[in-house]
Nanobody
């Protein structure tokens, strides 16, 4: 079992930055792909980005160039640095984990809210 706890959400103005963190317990993260998802009210959950156990990262087109995912396997944490925030980035952000090579995310955090004001 892996327990994931997100933190770092809050209120930020358009153009501002936030850094979200996801702390894991129960298992070492280095064998897991770690991803960030988000869900705004009335919308489907959407993929934000992923850092794979092998070290590669990918991002949704909507956040590419503005968001950066990093992982610290020693500290068992994953971070999402969000810059140049837009109104459409407002959502509940979730981190998720899956064993490398699998397609389904087995573990999810409870989410952290990001609000962007103009």
């Amino acid at each position: 079992q892996v327990q994931l706890v997100e933190s770092g959400g809050g209120l930020v103005q358009t153009g501002g930055s936030l850094r979200l963190s996801c702390a894991a317990s129960g298992r070492r993260l280095f064998v897991y792909d770690m991803a960030w998802f988000r869900q705004a009210p009335g919308k489907a959950r959407e993929f934000v980005g992923i850092t794979r156990s092998g070290g590669t990262t990918n991002y949704a087109d909507s956040v590419k160039g503005r968001f950066t995912i990093s992982r610290d396997n020693a500290k068992n944490t994953v971070a999402l640095q969000m810059n140049s925030l837009k109104a459409e980035d407002a959502a509940m952000y979730y981190c998720a984990a899956r064993r490398a090579g699998r397609s389904l995310y087995e573990y999810w955090g409870q989410g952290t809210q990001v609000t962007v004001s103009s």
